[in-house]
């Protein structure tokens, strides 16, 4: 009782709930009408809203948890919502740390699971700071449950669960969007797609994913906004097309960027590729698996997906270079280079990305090779696995023998033993053409080993 007196004492005016002055009332919305399973939320964030509460404090679980569960679907994570300050949620839990600048919050640590946990947040605009074009550069000032509710940007985004009560509340008709399959934006559209253009990716990516439609006054202003993308810093675009890209609906994502005219700033390539019918066709491919993998539950590989995004461009450029003259691994690294310039400009791709993305690429011609020590070496590389599924990939394209893709998968998944009586085989065979060891074939037909990699062989793509 004691303890609880002081916590009030010491909660900031701002985050008072008593003392705002409460615009319209919330629905509360029972079990019974938004169906939450309570077994299915995390006991970690259970326990954190439990701690906080007996505390004192107000606590909900939030956000995309909130409407995962609500659609029935797995949620990612579980964010909490308190009116207490990030120091007095720290003074609560063993294992928690303040993080961010933006924003302050807590990552409440219990094993592998963190609960990120927020202070109610205001959006007074006097005290935002924005950018010319009105995007929002800080606001961080505490505020309200009420007003925590209408800074998020969907109504679907902004449903705070009690699981104490098993009570939803509600502000902006939330719940009922969700029965209706409706993505609507809190308030004026142009205003919040002004104060963060992120906002229309983030809609197309919620309407893609949960397979909802767009309400129209929330569509209308994206294509005349959709060059407000320009202005964001390219670490957050990658971070969100990264989500787009991993979200299960991948194609179907690019699909409703390319309708709005949103895909431009994202991937300054990605309108040639889709525009050419070999491109759109590897990306396609590439895309579905994707989707299939994160839809079965399987993680995927960053780097490898921008490989395959970008891959039309490297092999068109790496064709034209060797077409200059150049030789087939240099011509490759000039292509790869002149892709990776381009793009880095708009989509920061994080450096420990692209080194892998470069290994993936330069893999490729070296799966022509399949003699043993060639092979062996090439089985101890750490992307191995990736360029591998890479080369499976542009066998579906159409773009390598499907045969050599599968030896090499084959190869990939057996042991030792069975690796060594793959090589062996092989070396019985009458050779392939340009699979030789033949340095000595080579040595006749005049051949250069520089480069080494493409040289004779089936030309690892099409030209
Ligand atoms: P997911 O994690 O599945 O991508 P999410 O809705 O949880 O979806 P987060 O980025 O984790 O998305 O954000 C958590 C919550 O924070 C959102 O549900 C929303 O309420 C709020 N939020 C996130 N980004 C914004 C934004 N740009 N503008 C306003 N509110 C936002
Ligand atoms: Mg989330």
New binding site residues.
């Given amino acids: 009782m004691i303890k609880k007196l002081i916590s009030k004492l010491f909660t900031p005016r701002a985050a008072r709930p008593i003392l705002s002055v409460r615009r319209h009332a919330p629905q509360r919305v029972p079990q019974s009408k938004h169906g939450i399973d309570r077994r299915l939320v995390s006991r970690h964030a259970i326990k954190v809203c439990d701690v906080l509460h007996e505390h004192g404090y107000q606590a909900y679980i939030?956000?995309?948890?909130v409407?995962?569960l609500i659609v029935g679907a797995q949620p990612?994570?579980f964010?909490v919502a308190t009116d207490a300050t990030p120091e007095q949620v720290q003074a609560l839990f063993r294992r928690a740390r303040i993080i961010g600048r933006r924003f302050r919050l807590v990552h409440v640590v219990f094993g592998q699971e963190i609960i990120e946990t927020s202070t109610f947040r205001a959006s007074s605009s006097d005290e935002q700071t924005t950018d010319e074009h009105g995007r929002i550069l800080r606001d961080n000032v505490f505020g309200t449950l009420e007003e925590d509710a209408a800074?998020?940007?969907f109504t679907l985004?902004?449903l705070y669960y009690d699981p104490a009560t098993e009570i939803v509340i509600d502000y902006h008709n939330g719940v009922a969007d969700l029965k209706k399959k409706v993505i609507s934006i809190i308030g004026d559209p142009a205003k919040r797609y002004r104060e963060?253009p992120?906002?229309m990716l983030?809609g197309i990516r919620f309407a893609a994913k949960l397979g909802f439609t767009i309400a129209p006054a929330t569509l209308a202003p994206i294509r005349d906004m959709a060059h407000l993308i320009e202005n964001v810093p390219a670490s957050r675009l990658f971070d969100e097309m990264l989500?787009m890209l991993t979200c299960g609906h991948a194609m179907d994502c690019l699909r409703r960027l390319r309708a709005e005219g949103l895909h431009k700033g994202l991937l300054p390539l990605l309108d040639v590729v889709l525009d050419q019918p070999d491109g759109e066709r590897f990306v396609e491919l590439a895309l579905e698996r994707t989707d299939m993998r994160v839809r079965s539950g399987k993680s995927v590989s960053p780097s490898f997906l921008f490989a395959a995004l970008l891959w039309q461009q490297v092999n068109q450029r790496w064709q034209q270079y060797r077409a200059a003259g150049e030789l087939p691994i240099p011509a490759l690294g000039m292509a790869v280079d002149s892709v990776l310039d381009d793009q880095t400009e708009k989509l920061a791709i994080q450096r420990r990305f692209v080194s892998d993305m470069r290994e993936i690429w330069f893999m490729q011609p070296r799966f022509e090779r399949r003699q043993s020590k060639a092979a062996w070496r090439m089985l101890e590389q750490p992307r191995f696995r990736a360029a591998c599924d890479f080369l499976q990939l542009r066998a579906a394209a159409g773009e390598v023998d499907a045969q050599l893709a599968q030896w090499w998968m084959d190869l990939a998944d057996a042991n030792d033993a069975k690796r060594a009586a793959m090589l062996d085989e092989l070396a019985r065979q009458p050779r392939a053409s340009g699979e030789g060891s033949g340095r000595k074939r080579r040595r006749r037909s005049g051949r250069s080993r520089a480069g080494g990699g493409t040289e004779g062989g089936a030309t690892p793509v099409a030209g």
Avoid: P
């Fill in positions: 939030v956000g995309g948890a409407r995962d990612k994570d964010d800074r998020r940007d985004n902004a963060d992120v906002r983030r989500k």
